[in-house]
Every structure is written in C-alpha cells, then in structure tokens.
C-alpha cells in the first residue's frame, strides 16, 4: 500500500505541528522565563498611580501601556508540562480606573495576573472581566484609581497611515516604541490562535512580549490592538479599534465573548491524519472546565466537525458565533497523556471515555489474574512489527513478542504482532493472556471485515460460550468484534476478537485484533491496546 493511505493516531506521530499563520507576538508560556524588573526597595509613602487623564500626544503613551505576567501551569505542546510559568504580554489603560485591554492569549487559564504600569518597579494585581477566545482579546481591571488612559482613533486608517507599536517585548521592563506605516488595510486574521476579522497589516516591528499593546496614532489615539507577527516576513498584525471596541464593551461588562474558557492553538500530526486545538490551560468554572476538558487535551471535533483541517481557528470560531454562550455543543476530546479519546457536551453531559472494555466487561471477569498480577500491570511498552508498519502498547510483562509477517498459504499478506509472556502458552491454552495484531491490504484474500471476522472465529464455540457480535468505532476505526466466554470450560479466559477499516478509507487495510482476557490486568491491557493499534508505515 502507498503510504499516503496510512492513517495514524497523533499520539504515536511526535512531535506535534504548530500550524500558526504568523507567529505569536507573546512571550507567553514557551523558553526561557523572561526577565524579571529590577527589583527596588519600597518607597515610602507606596508607589502612587501616574496623573490621571486622557494621553493627548505620543510621548506620554508610555504613562497608559502596562506589562503583564501571567503565572500559573499549563501544558505546552512543544515544551510539556510547565508548572508555575510566568509569561509576559503587553497591554493598555482605557478608563482612568484601571480598565485595560490586552490579547486573550496573554492572559487567560492563569492563576495570577501582575501588571506595571508605565514603567512602574512595583507590580499591581490586576483580575479578568472578560475574554474573547476567537477575536483574541481581554479586558482586565487593574487595582487602584486615577489611571491615565488611551483614547480610540477616530478617523480612517488607510494604506500610508504612520503608526507606532508601543509595549514591552520579549518580557524587558524597558518600554519600547518602534515606527511603521500600514502596508494593508484588511488583511487576514485567521491565525493558529485566533479568528479575528479586521486586521491592519503594518510594518512597524513587534516582538514576543508586545501581545496586546497598543498600535498608536502619531498623536498617541489607539488604532489598533497587537497581536501577531513574522520577523521572517516583516509582516505584523493588529486588529482595528473599529472590530475591537464592540467586543471589548462586552468584554468590559464582564461578559465572555465566543469563548469557552480555554487557551488554545490549532496543531495537527505530521501526517494531518489529526488536527485540532490543543489546551494549554482551562479557566476555572468555565463551559470547558465543567465539562471536563483539561490542559493537555486536543479538541478534536465540535458538534460533528473536525476542527482545524486548515490550521487556523476558523472552523472553531465560526461554531461559537453561530451559537450562544450556553447552547449544547457536542465534543471529542484526544487525551494526549493516555492516549484516550473522550465524548461529551459543553453545558450537558460532562466527557466520558468513547469506548472502553473495562467499563463494559470489567464487573464480570474475576479480580484475581492468573498470571500472578495483582489486579494491574506494572507499565507499557510500545512494540513494533519487524517492518516497523504496525504499533501497539502491550504490558511490559508480555515480554516475548514476535514482529514476523502476515503470512496465509505461504505468502506474505501484511504485517503481524504477538505478544505474551508465554506466546506458546497463550497460542497453545486457555491459560495464558496475549496478543495478537495483524494488518492486510489483501482484500480480495480477505474480504470485508465482517467476512474475516467470521472466518476467524469460526469454531470458537467448540471451546467457548458465543456472548455477541459488537459494533465498534473510535476516531480512526470502525468494525465490529465477537465475544466469547467461559474458553476451556466455565469461568475461563475470555476472548475477543475485533476486525476493523479505516473510518477514511475503508478499502486501504484491514485489521485484525485478538486478545485472550484472564483479570482485570488484562480488561485494563485491552483498553490500552485499542487505544494505541495503529498503522504507521508501508505493509509488506
């Protein structure tokens, strides 16, 4: 078979692939921690507010720009697990008491948010209002009064319109002011981590850590909100007052805006066989939280739809602005760390593994295994076949395993895994726990799945009690499986048998599982190698 026919699970495909558009203007949650402002002594009496008052002219833009540190954890698809992270974005004051704006991304699933304000030693406390996941802002309230403050531009901003991107970047406490002019006046927002429609496109030069600053007039009005960029392209990207200001009012009011309560970015497998939008973190109390979606999770599909396929927010977002905030949508879920696929609601039914074994058989097969495990087994090894075509995780007490090919009549027909403690044992009794993996692209030998199952288990019940034939699907596969109880006479092994297509290609393979079930160790083992078979090279 050709290898663009493979069709592989993202867990077994590392790394994942960050699929952004135009790099993130953030030094959010990634590297090294940024630097921290020199630390000075308190003053006495405490630090006071800058003079309240609108900013009417560029060099006091500074007074009204804040630098933000989020902290908390998140998990990163590229550097894992990072516990208490601090990452710094920038931001602005728009009403003398503190109300700011500044870039979702920067801000959302943290813990503890600190700003400094216009350069300020000491950090302030600042608290959420309001985010939008989709057009990538935030509004925050900053502790105390008497703030000056940033005024929107009101008049046109056409190609030529000189502006200048002020913030904090690459987390430095010094204040930066960079000069541009707009090169195009709607360009594209779709991006990796957001959905924004009206972006100005300029070339005034930003950097991670400008995330949410402003885009100012040369007589200090916003025109605009940073929040992306390519250095590789000197190309970097704003979203217009005229598309910010009616989500940030909301946003102000304490009302989410298109958002779920995650902080999420579009990645897919080097194969694009998975896309979706990976967690980073989850807002408490959130449509996500209650739910059940954590950091580290891939939202795959939402209401039925795959999420991602053209690496932006795109498809995501238009879900959300086609819904309200507490409508029911339908999830699935990729939990990266085991590997378990999860449905569920947003405001309904909390997520629940798709499809598991244990959960359907566990309460009828016995607590005590007979090889000895004491109900689990001590870890998992991911095994290959001997062309490196076919994996799956077994326990690493099925230590004996054999990669050699398919073979039927003396020829090659696709590839084989065995894996047991004692394969002789499991091939030969009843007695032994086991595996066996097979791929084939021999369809015409084979037939359909439901004809390689029956050929396959035919005979069975000379030694077996026939329990039933089984629909099954996950996200990759589908078929069916047949059960059988009591082999060897009354409460002996079971064993399960389960044939399967590809969900996209049903005529490119088919594959052939079988298990010999003795404990609970062994519905656990199940489970483990139905979530992790797969195909990932050519078959023989």
Request: some cysteine.
């Amino acid at each position: 078979m050709q290898t663009s026919q493979i069709r592989s699970r993202a867990r077994l495909l590392l790394p994942l692939t960050l699929l952004i558009v135009a790099s993130l203007a953030c030094s959010l949650f990634g590297g090294d921690p940024p630097p921290a402002p020199t630390p000075v002594p308190p003053v006495d009496p405490p630090v006071q507010p800058p003079s309240s008052g609108a900013i009417r002219s560029l060099q006091d833009v500074q007074s009204a720009t804040i630098q933000i540190e989020a902290q908390g954890t998140f998990i990163d698809p590229e550097f894992g697990l990072l516990v208490n992270a601090a990452g710094r974005g920038s931001g602005f004051i728009i009403d003398p008491s503190g109300i700011a704006v500044t870039n979702n991304h920067v801000v959302t699933g943290a813990a503890l948010l600190q700003v400094w304000v216009g350069g300020e030693s000491q950090p302030r406390n600042a608290r959420i209002l309001g985010v939008s996941e989709c057009s990538d802002l935030a509004v925050i309230d900053i502790e105390g009064d008497g703030y000056p403050f940033l005024e929107w531009h009101s008049g046109d901003v056409g190609v030529g319109f000189e502006i200048y991107a002020a913030g904090y970047p690459l987390g430095d406490p010094e204040f930066t002011l960079t000069k541009g002019i707009i090169a195009k006046a709607d360009a594209s927002g779709e991006t990796s981590w957001a959905s924004v429609d009206g972006v100005l496109m300029h070339d005034a030069v930003t950097n991670p850590g400008n995330s949410g600053g402003p885009l100012v007039s040369e007589d200090g009005k916003v025109v605009a909100v940073n929040y992306a960029g390519s250095s590789v392209t000197d190309q970097y990207f704003s979203i217009k007052a005229e598309t910010a200001i009616p989500i940030i009012n909301r946003l102000q009011s304490g009302e989410d805006v298109n958002s779920i309560g995650i902080n999420g970015v579009a990645v897919r497998n080097e194969d694009g066989s998975i896309t979706g939008i990976w967690v980073s973190s989850v807002a408490s109390g959130s449509a996500a939280d209650q739910a059940g979606v954590s950091a580290g999770d891939i939202l795959t599909t939402m209401e039925g739809l795959v999420l991602a396929t053209d690496g932006t927010m795109s498809a995501y977002c238009d879900i959300l602005r086609t819904h309200s905030a507490g409508d029911t949508l339908s999830i699935e879920i990729l939990r990266w760390a085991s590997g378990e696929y999860l449905a569920g609601q947003l405001n309904g039914r909390p997520l629940e593994v798709a499809f598991s074994f244990e959960n359907q058989l566990g309460e009828q097969v016995a607590d005590t295994p007979s090889n000895g495990a004491a109900g689990t087994y001590s870890g998992y090894s991911q095994v290959t076949d001997d062309f490196g075509a076919i994996v799956v995780e077994v326990p690493v007490e099925w230590s004996e395993v054999d990669g050699r090919p398919w073979v039927d009549g003396g020829e090659v027909i696709g590839s084989s895994i065995y894996a047991s403690a004692d394969i002789d044992g499991f091939l030969s009794t009843w007695n032994e726990p086991g595996l066996i993996f097979n791929v084939s692209d021999d369809l015409a030998r084979l037939g359909g799945y439901i004809q390689l199952l029956d050929i396959i288990t035919e005979g069975f019940t000379d030694a077996c009690k026939f329990d039933g034939r089984y629909d099954y699907e996950d996200p990759f596969y589908r078929g069916k499986y047949d059960l059988y109880t009591n082999c060897g006479g009354p409460g002996g092994a079971w064993f399960i048998v389960l044939t399967a297509v590809p969900n996209d290609n049903s005529n490119a393979f088919l594959i052939l599982v079988e298990v010999q079930i003795l404990s609970d160790a062994d519905l656990d083992a199940l489970d483990r190698i139905l979530n992790t078979f797969d195909v990932v090279g050519a078959l023989p």
